[in-house]
Protein backbone atom coordinates (compact mmCIF):
# COMPACT_ATOMS: atom_id res chain seq x y z
CA UNK A 1 0.00 0.00 0.00
CA UNK A 2 1.31 3.59 -0.56
CA UNK A 3 1.43 4.27 3.59
CA UNK A 4 3.68 1.07 3.95
CA UNK A 5 6.04 2.43 1.01
CA UNK A 6 5.89 5.88 2.72
CA UNK A 7 6.97 4.21 5.94
CA UNK A 8 9.68 2.16 4.44
CA UNK A 9 10.98 5.13 2.10
CA UNK A 10 14.11 7.33 2.95
CA UNK A 11 13.40 10.77 3.27
CA UNK A 12 16.74 11.71 1.69
CA UNK A 13 15.90 9.77 -1.44
CA UNK A 14 11.94 8.80 -1.15
CA UNK A 15 13.08 5.44 -2.29
CA UNK A 16 12.25 2.13 -0.75
CA UNK A 17 15.10 1.37 1.96
CA UNK A 18 18.54 0.10 0.84
CA UNK A 19 20.83 -0.96 3.64
CA UNK A 20 18.62 0.95 6.03
CA UNK A 21 20.39 2.35 9.58
CA UNK A 22 19.33 4.10 12.34
CA UNK A 23 21.10 7.85 13.96
CA UNK A 24 21.73 7.78 17.39
CA UNK A 25 19.83 10.54 17.95
CA UNK A 26 16.20 10.98 17.25
CA UNK A 27 16.46 6.63 15.90
CA UNK A 28 15.59 8.54 12.41
CA UNK A 29 16.04 5.68 9.69
CA UNK A 30 18.09 6.40 6.19
CA UNK A 31 19.29 4.49 3.63
CA UNK A 32 23.23 3.93 4.34
CA UNK A 33 24.70 5.63 1.21
CA UNK A 34 21.74 8.76 1.49
CA UNK A 35 23.23 9.27 4.66
CA UNK A 36 27.01 8.97 3.58
CA UNK A 37 26.33 11.12 1.00
CA UNK A 38 24.31 13.60 3.38
CA UNK A 39 26.81 13.79 6.08
CA UNK A 40 30.01 14.96 3.35
CA UNK A 41 28.00 17.92 3.12
CA UNK A 42 26.67 18.39 7.33
CA UNK A 43 27.98 16.60 10.15
CA UNK A 44 24.58 16.89 11.80
CA UNK A 45 21.19 14.33 12.03
CA UNK A 46 18.95 15.11 8.42
CA UNK A 47 16.06 15.42 11.33
CA UNK A 48 17.15 16.73 14.65
CA UNK A 49 20.56 18.57 13.35
CA UNK A 50 22.37 17.06 16.10
CA UNK A 51 25.87 16.41 15.11
CA UNK A 52 26.61 12.88 14.44
CA UNK A 53 29.61 10.48 12.66
CA UNK A 54 28.16 7.43 10.14
CA UNK A 55 30.10 5.36 12.11
CA UNK A 56 28.07 5.73 15.36
CA UNK A 57 24.99 4.69 13.45
CA UNK A 58 23.53 0.83 13.19
CA UNK A 59 21.87 -0.99 11.04
CA UNK A 60 18.07 -1.64 11.77
CA UNK A 61 17.50 -4.92 11.41
CA UNK A 62 13.68 -5.36 11.52
CA UNK A 63 13.37 -2.79 8.65
CA UNK A 64 16.33 -4.25 6.99
CA UNK A 65 14.21 -7.48 6.77
CA UNK A 66 11.05 -6.31 5.82
CA UNK A 67 12.50 -4.52 2.95
CA UNK A 68 14.37 -7.62 1.61
CA UNK A 69 11.44 -9.01 2.07
CA UNK A 70 9.54 -6.60 -0.55
CA UNK A 71 8.91 -7.61 -4.50
CA UNK A 72 11.01 -6.35 -6.91
CA UNK A 73 11.44 -6.35 -10.82
CA UNK A 74 15.20 -7.36 -12.01
CA UNK A 75 17.08 -4.15 -13.10
CA UNK A 76 17.73 -6.28 -16.47
CA UNK A 77 14.73 -4.76 -18.85
CA UNK A 78 13.49 -7.82 -20.47
CA UNK A 79 13.77 -10.19 -17.58
CA UNK A 80 10.48 -10.97 -16.36
CA UNK A 81 11.57 -12.66 -12.93
CA UNK A 82 9.79 -12.53 -9.74
CA UNK A 83 12.42 -12.00 -6.70
CA UNK A 84 13.08 -9.95 -3.60
CA UNK A 85 14.95 -7.12 -2.76
CA UNK A 86 17.14 -9.19 -1.27
CA UNK A 87 17.53 -11.68 -3.91
CA UNK A 88 18.36 -8.93 -6.48
CA UNK A 89 22.18 -9.09 -6.21
CA UNK A 90 22.49 -13.09 -6.13
CA UNK A 91 19.48 -13.17 -9.29
CA UNK A 92 22.17 -10.66 -10.88
CA UNK A 93 24.91 -12.81 -11.08
CA UNK A 94 22.90 -15.62 -13.15
CA UNK A 95 20.48 -13.64 -15.01
CA UNK A 96 20.54 -14.58 -18.50
CA UNK A 97 19.75 -11.00 -19.83
CA UNK A 98 22.44 -9.33 -17.92
CA UNK A 99 25.00 -7.99 -19.48
CA UNK A 100 28.70 -9.30 -19.96
CA UNK A 101 32.03 -8.92 -21.00
CA UNK A 102 33.60 -10.95 -23.65
CA UNK A 103 36.51 -13.32 -22.89
CA UNK A 104 38.71 -12.50 -26.08
CA UNK A 105 41.46 -9.82 -25.43
CA UNK A 106 40.61 -6.62 -27.16
CA UNK A 107 36.91 -7.29 -27.26
CA UNK A 108 34.67 -4.20 -25.55
CA UNK A 109 31.62 -5.47 -26.38
CA UNK A 110 29.42 -6.64 -23.23
CA UNK A 111 26.11 -9.09 -25.12
CA UNK A 112 23.71 -10.93 -22.74
CA UNK A 113 24.77 -13.68 -20.82
CA UNK A 114 22.08 -15.69 -22.72
CA UNK A 115 23.86 -14.62 -26.32
CA UNK A 116 27.44 -15.08 -25.05
CA UNK A 117 28.37 -18.36 -26.57
CA UNK A 118 26.72 -17.45 -29.87
CA UNK A 119 29.21 -14.25 -29.77
CA UNK A 120 32.12 -15.73 -29.61
CA UNK A 121 32.00 -17.73 -31.94
CA UNK A 122 31.68 -14.99 -34.28
CA UNK A 123 33.85 -12.26 -32.36
CA UNK A 124 36.82 -10.60 -34.53
CA UNK A 125 39.07 -10.84 -31.31
CA UNK A 126 38.79 -14.88 -30.95
CA UNK A 127 41.76 -16.66 -31.51
CA UNK A 128 42.09 -18.94 -34.66
CA UNK A 129 45.24 -21.01 -36.33
CA UNK A 130 45.99 -20.24 -39.71
CA UNK A 131 45.16 -23.02 -42.13
CA UNK A 132 49.14 -22.26 -43.92
CA UNK A 133 51.52 -22.17 -41.03
CA UNK A 134 49.44 -23.51 -37.85
CA UNK A 135 50.05 -20.01 -36.11
CA UNK A 136 47.45 -18.94 -33.60
CA UNK A 137 46.23 -15.47 -33.73
CA UNK A 138 43.31 -13.55 -33.45
CA UNK A 139 40.75 -13.21 -36.19
CA UNK A 140 40.46 -9.95 -37.37
CA UNK A 141 44.65 -10.57 -37.98
CA UNK A 142 44.26 -12.89 -40.53
CA UNK A 143 44.04 -10.69 -43.56
CA UNK A 144 47.23 -9.07 -42.14
CA UNK A 145 48.70 -12.36 -41.51
CA UNK A 146 48.17 -13.34 -45.68
CA UNK A 147 50.26 -10.82 -46.61
CA UNK A 148 53.42 -12.68 -44.98
CA UNK A 149 52.76 -15.81 -44.26
CA UNK A 150 55.80 -18.23 -45.46
CA UNK A 151 53.76 -21.17 -45.74
CA UNK A 152 50.93 -19.80 -48.02
CA UNK A 153 50.83 -20.68 -51.78
CA UNK A 154 50.71 -17.49 -54.23
CA UNK A 155 51.63 -17.37 -57.77
CA UNK A 156 54.96 -16.64 -59.32
CA UNK A 157 55.66 -12.80 -59.26
CA UNK A 158 57.11 -13.34 -63.16
CA UNK A 159 54.55 -12.23 -65.65
CA UNK A 160 53.62 -15.18 -67.35
CA UNK A 161 54.78 -18.44 -64.74
CA UNK A 162 51.24 -19.42 -64.28
CA UNK A 163 53.21 -22.00 -61.32
CA UNK A 164 51.90 -21.17 -57.26
CA UNK A 165 54.40 -21.92 -54.85
CA UNK A 166 54.86 -21.16 -51.01
CA UNK A 167 56.16 -18.05 -50.30
CA UNK A 168 59.33 -19.00 -48.55
CA UNK A 169 59.96 -21.13 -51.77
CA UNK A 170 60.28 -18.24 -54.27
CA UNK A 171 63.21 -17.19 -54.50
CA UNK A 172 64.79 -20.73 -54.97
CA UNK A 173 61.82 -21.16 -57.77
CA UNK A 174 62.91 -18.17 -59.29
CA UNK A 175 66.44 -19.64 -58.97
CA UNK A 176 66.58 -23.18 -59.70
CA UNK A 177 63.06 -23.97 -62.25
CA UNK A 178 61.39 -21.11 -63.13
CA UNK A 179 61.09 -20.86 -67.15
CA UNK A 180 60.39 -16.78 -66.97
CA UNK A 181 63.49 -16.11 -64.66
CA UNK A 182 66.51 -14.33 -66.01
CA UNK A 183 69.64 -16.11 -65.42
CA UNK A 184 73.13 -15.90 -66.65
CA UNK A 185 74.64 -18.00 -69.50
CA UNK A 186 76.37 -21.33 -68.86
CA UNK A 187 79.84 -19.83 -70.34
CA UNK A 188 79.28 -16.96 -68.04
CA UNK A 189 82.95 -18.20 -65.88
CA UNK A 190 84.45 -18.34 -69.52
CA UNK A 191 83.85 -14.78 -69.80
CA UNK A 192 80.21 -14.75 -71.33
CA UNK A 193 78.37 -12.04 -69.96
CA UNK A 194 74.71 -12.55 -71.81
CA UNK A 195 71.67 -13.10 -69.33
CA UNK A 196 68.86 -14.55 -71.19
CA UNK A 197 65.53 -16.46 -69.70
CA UNK A 198 66.04 -19.70 -69.02
CA UNK A 199 64.06 -21.19 -71.27
CA UNK A 200 65.74 -19.69 -74.13
CA UNK A 201 68.79 -21.21 -72.79
CA UNK A 202 69.46 -23.42 -75.83
CA UNK A 203 68.71 -21.66 -77.96
CA UNK A 204 71.09 -18.71 -77.44
CA UNK A 205 74.04 -21.55 -76.81
CA UNK A 206 72.89 -22.82 -80.07
CA UNK A 207 73.61 -19.49 -81.45
CA UNK A 208 76.48 -18.43 -79.70
CA UNK A 209 78.75 -21.68 -80.29
CA UNK A 210 81.56 -20.24 -82.08
CA UNK A 211 81.76 -17.20 -79.36
CA UNK A 212 81.67 -19.54 -76.36
CA UNK A 213 84.51 -21.44 -78.34
CA UNK A 214 86.45 -18.36 -78.65
CA UNK A 215 85.93 -17.34 -74.71
CA UNK A 216 86.70 -21.45 -73.29
CA UNK A 217 90.32 -21.01 -75.34
CA UNK A 218 90.93 -17.70 -73.67
CA UNK A 219 90.58 -19.17 -70.40
CA UNK A 220 92.37 -21.80 -71.40
CA UNK A 221 94.96 -19.95 -72.15
CA UNK A 222 95.52 -17.66 -69.40
CA UNK A 223 94.82 -20.73 -67.05
CA UNK A 224 98.29 -22.17 -68.73
CA UNK A 225 99.45 -18.94 -68.08
CA UNK A 226 98.59 -19.21 -64.33
CA UNK A 227 100.19 -22.80 -64.13
CA UNK A 228 103.25 -21.94 -65.07
CA UNK A 229 102.94 -18.91 -62.50
CA UNK A 230 102.19 -21.53 -59.90
CA UNK A 231 105.09 -23.96 -60.97
CA UNK A 232 107.53 -20.85 -60.77
CA UNK A 233 106.94 -19.92 -57.45
CA UNK A 234 106.36 -23.54 -56.40
CA UNK A 235 110.14 -24.02 -57.48
CA UNK A 236 111.14 -20.75 -55.75
CA UNK A 237 108.69 -22.41 -52.55
CA UNK A 238 110.83 -25.66 -52.66
CA UNK A 239 114.65 -23.45 -53.02
CA UNK A 240 113.47 -21.50 -50.07
CA UNK A 241 111.97 -24.29 -47.69
CA UNK A 242 115.92 -26.21 -48.76
CA UNK A 243 117.64 -23.24 -47.54
CA UNK A 244 115.26 -22.91 -44.36
CA UNK A 245 116.19 -26.54 -43.65
CA UNK A 246 120.02 -25.92 -44.03
CA UNK A 247 119.54 -23.17 -41.81
CA UNK A 248 117.49 -25.28 -38.94
CA UNK A 249 119.77 -27.83 -39.27
CA UNK A 250 122.54 -25.50 -38.24
CA UNK A 251 120.48 -24.41 -35.87
CA UNK A 252 119.79 -28.07 -34.47
CA UNK A 253 123.56 -28.47 -34.06
CA UNK A 254 123.29 -25.27 -31.24
CA UNK A 255 120.15 -27.52 -29.09
CA UNK A 256 122.00 -29.13 -26.66
CA UNK A 257 121.80 -33.13 -26.25
CA UNK A 258 119.11 -33.80 -23.45
CA UNK A 259 117.46 -37.55 -24.84
CA UNK A 260 116.09 -37.84 -21.23
CA UNK A 261 113.97 -34.93 -21.05
CA UNK A 262 110.38 -35.52 -22.07
CA UNK A 263 110.30 -31.85 -23.91
CA UNK A 264 113.36 -33.22 -26.29
CA UNK A 265 111.09 -33.48 -29.05
CA UNK A 266 109.75 -29.81 -28.95
CA UNK A 267 111.14 -27.37 -30.87
CA UNK A 268 112.67 -25.61 -28.37
CA UNK A 269 116.17 -25.10 -26.50
CA UNK A 270 116.22 -26.00 -23.29
CA UNK A 271 117.92 -24.96 -20.05
CA UNK A 272 121.02 -27.57 -20.30
CA UNK A 273 123.90 -26.12 -17.61
CA UNK A 274 124.42 -24.15 -14.60
CA UNK A 275 126.11 -20.68 -15.21
CA UNK A 276 129.86 -20.76 -14.19
CA UNK A 277 130.42 -16.57 -14.65
CA UNK A 278 128.70 -15.99 -10.85
CA UNK A 279 130.53 -16.93 -7.17
CA UNK A 280 133.76 -17.74 -9.05
CA UNK A 281 135.63 -16.88 -5.34
CA UNK A 282 133.21 -19.29 -3.99
CA UNK A 283 132.18 -22.17 -5.51
CA UNK A 284 132.78 -23.64 -9.51
CA UNK A 285 131.10 -24.90 -11.96
CA UNK A 286 132.13 -27.81 -14.66
CA UNK A 287 130.02 -30.06 -16.65
CA UNK A 288 126.96 -29.45 -14.21
CA UNK A 289 129.16 -30.29 -11.19
CA UNK A 290 128.71 -27.69 -8.61
CA UNK A 291 131.55 -27.74 -5.74
CA UNK A 292 132.16 -24.86 -3.22
CA UNK A 293 135.41 -23.88 -2.31
CA UNK A 294 137.27 -24.44 1.05
CA UNK A 295 137.47 -20.45 1.91
CA UNK A 296 133.17 -20.25 1.38
CA UNK A 297 131.51 -18.83 4.13
CA UNK A 298 129.87 -21.71 7.17
CA UNK A 299 126.39 -20.95 7.68
CA UNK A 300 125.48 -21.25 11.68
CA UNK A 301 121.79 -21.02 13.23
CA UNK A 302 120.70 -17.15 13.22
CA UNK A 303 123.98 -15.88 12.22
CA UNK A 304 126.37 -16.20 9.19
CA UNK A 305 130.35 -16.80 9.94
CA UNK A 306 132.52 -15.10 7.62
CA UNK A 307 132.93 -12.31 5.23
CA UNK A 308 130.80 -13.95 2.73
CA UNK A 309 127.55 -14.16 5.08
CA UNK A 310 124.50 -15.45 2.41
CA UNK A 311 124.07 -18.22 -0.31
CA UNK A 312 124.51 -17.49 -3.34
CA UNK A 313 122.38 -18.63 -6.52
CA UNK A 314 123.44 -20.64 -9.63
CA UNK A 315 120.94 -19.93 -12.67
CA UNK A 316 120.55 -22.24 -15.25
CA UNK A 317 121.91 -20.67 -18.60
CA UNK A 318 118.07 -20.11 -20.27
CA UNK A 319 114.58 -19.89 -19.09
CA UNK A 320 112.31 -22.88 -19.43
CA UNK A 321 110.46 -22.19 -22.45
CA UNK A 322 106.74 -20.62 -22.30
CA UNK A 323 105.10 -23.94 -23.64
CA UNK A 324 101.56 -23.99 -22.68
CA UNK A 325 99.91 -26.60 -24.92
CA UNK A 326 99.61 -30.56 -24.35
CA UNK A 327 103.14 -31.35 -23.20
CA UNK A 328 104.32 -32.82 -19.81
CA UNK A 329 105.70 -30.89 -17.11
CA UNK A 330 109.12 -29.08 -17.65
CA UNK A 331 111.66 -31.01 -15.04
CA UNK A 332 115.21 -31.84 -13.73
CA UNK A 333 116.77 -32.84 -10.85
CA UNK A 334 119.82 -32.25 -8.45
CA UNK A 335 121.68 -35.12 -6.50
CA UNK A 336 123.38 -34.49 -3.32
CA UNK A 337 126.74 -35.32 -3.51
CA UNK A 338 128.31 -34.01 -0.43
CA UNK A 339 126.48 -32.66 2.56
CA UNK A 340 127.77 -31.19 5.65
CA UNK A 341 125.30 -30.61 8.73
CA UNK A 342 125.97 -26.97 8.44
CA UNK A 343 124.97 -26.57 4.96
CA UNK A 344 122.46 -24.91 3.69
CA UNK A 345 120.94 -25.65 -0.11
CA UNK A 346 118.01 -24.51 -1.83
CA UNK A 347 116.87 -25.81 -5.07
CA UNK A 348 113.91 -24.48 -6.90
CA UNK A 349 112.81 -21.28 -9.66
CA UNK A 350 113.67 -17.73 -9.73
CA UNK A 351 112.83 -15.18 -12.42
CA UNK A 352 114.56 -12.63 -14.42
CA UNK A 353 114.55 -10.03 -11.88
CA UNK A 354 115.77 -12.37 -8.80
CA UNK A 355 118.96 -10.59 -7.02
CA UNK A 356 121.43 -13.68 -7.25
CA UNK A 357 123.00 -12.85 -4.60
CA UNK A 358 120.40 -14.03 -2.86
CA UNK A 359 118.72 -16.80 -1.73
CA UNK A 360 115.83 -19.46 -3.69
CA UNK A 361 113.01 -18.84 -1.72
CA UNK A 362 114.43 -15.56 -0.38
CA UNK A 363 111.89 -13.49 -2.13
CA UNK A 364 108.26 -12.80 -4.00
CA UNK A 365 110.38 -13.83 -7.26
CA UNK A 366 111.43 -17.01 -6.20
CA UNK A 367 110.27 -20.60 -5.19
CA UNK A 368 112.40 -22.79 -3.52
CA UNK A 369 112.74 -26.57 -1.79
CA UNK A 370 114.91 -25.61 1.31
CA UNK A 371 117.12 -27.51 3.38
CA UNK A 372 118.67 -26.00 6.05
CA UNK A 373 120.19 -28.54 8.35
CA UNK A 374 118.77 -31.46 7.39
CA UNK A 375 115.23 -29.75 7.92
CA UNK A 376 113.13 -29.48 4.98
CA UNK A 377 110.71 -27.23 3.95
CA UNK A 378 109.44 -24.80 0.90
CA UNK A 379 109.30 -21.34 0.46
CA UNK A 380 108.57 -18.23 -1.40
CA UNK A 381 109.18 -14.38 -0.70
CA UNK A 382 111.23 -15.44 2.46
CA UNK A 383 107.60 -17.50 3.90
CA UNK A 384 107.30 -20.85 4.96
CA UNK A 385 104.13 -21.93 2.88
CA UNK A 386 103.40 -24.89 5.08
CA UNK A 387 104.94 -26.80 8.52
CA UNK A 388 108.13 -27.56 8.23
CA UNK A 389 107.08 -30.85 8.96
CA UNK A 390 104.07 -31.39 6.46
CA UNK A 391 106.26 -31.22 3.23
CA UNK A 392 110.01 -32.63 2.32
CA UNK A 393 112.17 -35.85 3.88
CA UNK A 394 115.50 -35.81 5.65
CA UNK A 395 118.15 -35.10 3.26
CA UNK A 396 121.06 -37.80 2.82
CA UNK A 397 124.47 -37.96 0.50
CA UNK A 398 122.77 -39.03 -2.57
CA UNK A 399 119.12 -37.54 -2.57
CA UNK A 400 118.16 -36.67 -5.52
CA UNK A 401 115.72 -33.64 -5.82
CA UNK A 402 113.60 -32.95 -8.46
CA UNK A 403 111.96 -29.61 -9.26
CA UNK A 404 109.05 -29.98 -11.98
CA UNK A 405 106.47 -27.35 -13.56
CA UNK A 406 102.68 -27.85 -14.77
CA UNK A 407 103.13 -25.26 -17.40
CA UNK A 408 99.28 -25.56 -18.16
CA UNK A 409 97.95 -25.75 -14.60
CA UNK A 410 100.89 -23.51 -13.17
CA UNK A 411 101.52 -26.35 -10.53
CA UNK A 412 105.10 -26.44 -9.25
CA UNK A 413 105.65 -29.99 -7.43
CA UNK A 414 109.31 -31.06 -5.70
CA UNK A 415 110.56 -34.96 -5.67
CA UNK A 416 112.85 -36.65 -3.46
CA UNK A 417 114.15 -39.91 -4.74
CA UNK A 418 111.62 -40.52 -7.29
CA UNK A 419 108.98 -39.67 -4.81
CA UNK A 420 106.28 -37.12 -6.09
CA UNK A 421 105.83 -35.12 -2.66
CA UNK A 422 103.30 -33.17 -4.08
CA UNK A 423 102.13 -29.48 -5.24
CA UNK A 424 103.93 -26.80 -3.59
CA UNK A 425 103.33 -23.73 -5.31
CA UNK A 426 100.55 -22.46 -7.76
CA UNK A 427 102.31 -20.38 -10.08
CA UNK A 428 99.39 -18.61 -12.16
CA UNK A 429 100.99 -16.66 -15.42
CA UNK A 430 104.69 -16.37 -14.41
CA UNK A 431 107.15 -16.51 -17.39
CA UNK A 432 110.80 -15.96 -17.64
CA UNK A 433 111.60 -18.93 -15.09
CA UNK A 434 115.15 -20.08 -14.67
CA UNK A 435 115.51 -23.10 -12.89
CA UNK A 436 118.62 -22.74 -10.09
CA UNK A 437 120.58 -24.06 -6.79
CA UNK A 438 121.88 -21.55 -3.92
CA UNK A 439 124.44 -23.14 -1.48
CA UNK A 440 125.98 -21.50 1.38
CA UNK A 441 128.52 -23.74 3.34
CA UNK A 442 131.94 -25.62 2.94
CA UNK A 443 132.28 -28.86 1.18
CA UNK A 444 129.17 -28.90 -1.13
CA UNK A 445 129.19 -30.69 -4.04
CA UNK A 446 125.99 -31.54 -6.18
CA UNK A 447 125.21 -32.82 -9.66
CA UNK A 448 122.35 -30.99 -11.89
CA UNK A 449 120.77 -32.97 -14.37
CA UNK A 450 118.75 -31.34 -17.17
CA UNK A 451 117.99 -34.62 -19.29
CA UNK A 452 121.15 -35.48 -20.31
CA UNK A 453 120.94 -38.49 -17.95
CA UNK A 454 117.54 -40.66 -17.19
CA UNK A 455 116.03 -38.98 -14.36
CA UNK A 456 114.71 -40.73 -11.40
CA UNK A 457 111.35 -39.63 -11.40
CA UNK A 458 109.51 -40.84 -14.08
CA UNK A 459 107.14 -37.72 -15.53
CA UNK A 460 104.93 -39.91 -16.66
CA UNK A 461 103.80 -40.59 -13.10
CA UNK A 462 102.93 -36.94 -13.15
CA UNK A 463 100.25 -37.11 -16.55
CA UNK A 464 99.15 -40.13 -14.83
CA UNK A 465 97.76 -38.50 -11.62
CA UNK A 466 95.94 -35.94 -13.88
CA UNK A 467 93.57 -38.54 -15.63
CA UNK A 468 90.50 -39.78 -14.88
CA UNK A 469 89.67 -43.30 -12.76
CA UNK A 470 87.79 -44.79 -16.57
CA UNK A 471 91.47 -43.15 -17.94
CA UNK A 472 94.07 -44.49 -15.78
CA UNK A 473 92.24 -48.12 -15.94
CA UNK A 474 92.65 -47.98 -19.78
CA UNK A 475 96.00 -46.82 -19.27
CA UNK A 476 97.35 -49.61 -17.03
CA UNK A 477 95.71 -52.00 -19.12
CA UNK A 478 97.81 -50.20 -22.35
CA UNK A 479 100.98 -50.32 -20.63
CA UNK A 480 100.80 -54.28 -19.27
CA UNK A 481 100.43 -52.69 -15.41
CA UNK A 482 97.64 -53.94 -12.93
CA UNK A 483 94.84 -51.68 -12.26
CA UNK A 484 95.33 -51.73 -8.71
CA UNK A 485 97.72 -49.19 -9.16
CA UNK A 486 95.10 -47.01 -10.12
CA UNK A 487 91.74 -48.41 -8.33
CA UNK A 488 93.35 -49.07 -5.01
CA UNK A 489 90.71 -50.77 -3.48
CA UNK A 490 88.21 -48.80 -4.30
CA UNK A 491 85.36 -50.38 -6.72
CA UNK A 492 85.64 -48.90 -10.91
CA UNK A 493 84.11 -50.60 -13.30
CA UNK A 494 86.55 -52.65 -15.34
CA UNK A 495 86.30 -55.81 -17.20
CA UNK A 496 86.73 -59.17 -14.67
CA UNK A 497 88.65 -62.38 -14.85
CA UNK A 498 88.55 -65.00 -12.33
CA UNK A 499 91.46 -67.59 -11.29
CA UNK A 500 90.52 -71.09 -9.92
CA UNK A 501 93.98 -72.18 -9.22
CA UNK A 502 94.49 -68.90 -7.16
CA UNK A 503 90.85 -69.39 -5.40
CA UNK A 504 89.76 -65.87 -6.87
CA UNK A 505 86.44 -67.02 -7.58
CA UNK A 506 83.25 -65.37 -7.02
CA UNK A 507 83.51 -62.07 -5.45
CA UNK A 508 87.05 -61.98 -6.09
CA UNK A 509 88.67 -61.26 -9.49
CA UNK A 510 91.56 -60.17 -11.54
CA UNK A 511 92.31 -58.02 -13.99
CA UNK A 512 93.16 -58.53 -17.82
CA UNK A 513 96.99 -57.58 -17.29
CA UNK A 514 97.47 -60.37 -14.23
CA UNK A 515 95.42 -62.66 -15.96
CA UNK A 516 97.68 -62.68 -19.12
CA UNK A 517 100.92 -62.71 -16.84
CA UNK A 518 100.49 -63.26 -13.10
CA UNK A 519 98.32 -66.15 -13.92
CA UNK A 520 99.69 -67.17 -16.88
CA UNK A 521 98.77 -71.42 -17.69
CA UNK A 522 96.60 -71.44 -14.80
CA UNK A 523 92.88 -72.41 -14.85
CA UNK A 524 91.26 -68.47 -15.72
CA UNK A 525 88.07 -67.96 -16.85
CA UNK A 526 86.14 -64.27 -18.23
CA UNK A 527 83.76 -62.42 -16.14
CA UNK A 528 81.50 -59.52 -16.76
CA UNK A 529 82.12 -56.15 -16.91
CA UNK A 530 81.55 -54.64 -13.11
CA UNK A 531 82.97 -52.20 -10.70
CA UNK A 532 85.31 -54.01 -8.57
CA UNK A 533 89.65 -53.89 -8.14
CA UNK A 534 92.05 -56.45 -9.23
CA UNK A 535 92.75 -58.53 -5.99
CA UNK A 536 95.92 -60.01 -7.32
CA UNK A 537 96.89 -56.63 -7.25
CA UNK A 538 95.91 -56.70 -3.64
CA UNK A 539 97.77 -59.50 -2.87
CA UNK A 540 94.86 -62.02 -2.35
CA UNK A 541 96.09 -64.54 -4.75
CA UNK A 542 96.87 -67.65 -3.38
CA UNK A 543 99.23 -69.15 -5.65
CA UNK A 544 101.64 -66.42 -6.20
CA UNK A 545 103.50 -64.44 -3.93
CA UNK A 546 103.05 -61.08 -4.61
CA UNK A 547 101.17 -59.61 -7.93
CA UNK A 548 104.11 -59.31 -10.64
CA UNK A 549 102.35 -55.92 -12.55
CA UNK A 550 101.98 -53.52 -9.84
CA UNK A 551 105.03 -51.50 -9.31
CA UNK A 552 106.09 -52.03 -5.86
CA UNK A 553 108.30 -49.04 -5.93
CA UNK A 554 106.74 -44.83 -5.38
CA UNK A 555 107.73 -44.20 -9.12
CA UNK A 556 105.20 -45.80 -11.29
CA UNK A 557 107.07 -47.20 -14.41
CA UNK A 558 109.98 -49.16 -12.39
Known amino acids: TKSMEDALSCPICQNIFTNVVE ?47 LPTACTNVDCKASITRGNLKDHLKTCEWSPVNCDFSGCEEMPLKKNLSEHQKECPF ?33 EGCAERVLRKDLKEHHATSCLLAEIPCTYAKYGCSAHVVRQDLPLHIAEEVKSHLRLVEAFAENLQL ?36 PWNSEHVILPSYLRD ?68 IAIGLVDKWHDMSGEVGCSGTSWGYNVLKKEVSV ?36 THNGKNLGIAFTLDGRS ?58 TFHSQKSFHCRTCELVDDLIICRTCMEACHKDHDVYEGVEQNCFCDCGAGCAQKTDTCQKLPQKTVFWK
Open 226 to 261: ECNKTIDENTALHQANFTLRQGIMKLSQLKPGLPFH
Open 126 to 158: RDVECENCAQVMQFNQLPAHADTCEFLAIPCTL
Open 379 to 414: RSNNKWTRDKSSYGEEIHVGSVIGCGLDMSLGHLFF
Open 277 to 344: KFHKKVLTVKNNILKTLSESSIFSFGAYISSQSSPVIVPANRTIPSVTKDVPPYYMEVTINTYAEDCH
Open 23 to 69: TPCCHACYCQDCLSDWLKRASSCPACREGILLSNCRPNIPLLRLTQD
Open 432 to 489: DLYPAVSVLGEGIEITANFGTEKFVYDIREWEFTKLSKKDQIAFCLENNVCTYKATGK
